[in-house]
């Protein structure tokens, strides 16, 4: 069982700033890839970004790219999620997963979300 407890979100202005973590519990994370996903009102929930277990490869959907950058520690069992030149349409609930299988395999472990809201 791993447990996932996002923080960092709030309220910033258009092209500013954030810095999302993502605390995990127990002894085993770096076994689990993890993964960035927002979710807007009324919108389905959206992939963001992905790290592998080692954290030397990672991957972002398009509309984050070059703007946000996924990382992790794992000797602090922390991932993070740099949210840079944030514009409105950033705006969502943020949440982080742990994935135990390869790419494309089901999240098994889901935090409950941080809120990230953009004024323009």
């Known amino acids: 069982q791993v447990q996932l407890v996002e923080s960092g979100g709030g309220l910033v202005q258009a092209g500013g700033s954030l810095r999302l973590s993502c605390a995990a519990s127990?002894?085993?994370?770096?076994?689990?890839?993890m993964g960035w996903f927002r979710q807007a009102p009324g919108k389905d929930r959206d992939f963001v970004a992905r790290?592998?277990?080692?954290?030397?490869?990672?991957y972002y959907s398009d509309s984050v790219k070059g703007r946000f950058t996924i990382s992790r520690d794992n000797a602090k069992n922390t991932m993070y999620l740099q949210m840079n030149s944030l514009k409105p349409e950033d705006t969502a609930v943020y949440y982080c997963?742990?994935?135990?299988?390869?790419?494309?395999?089901?999240?098994?472990?889901w935090g409950q979300g941080t809120q990230v809201t953009v004024s323009s």
């Open positions: 127990g002894r085993t994370f770096s076994r689990y890839a």
């Open positions: 790290i592998n277990r080692s954290g030397g490869i990672t």
């Open positions: 997963a742990a994935q135990s299988g390869g790419w494309g395999t089901e999240y098994d472990y």
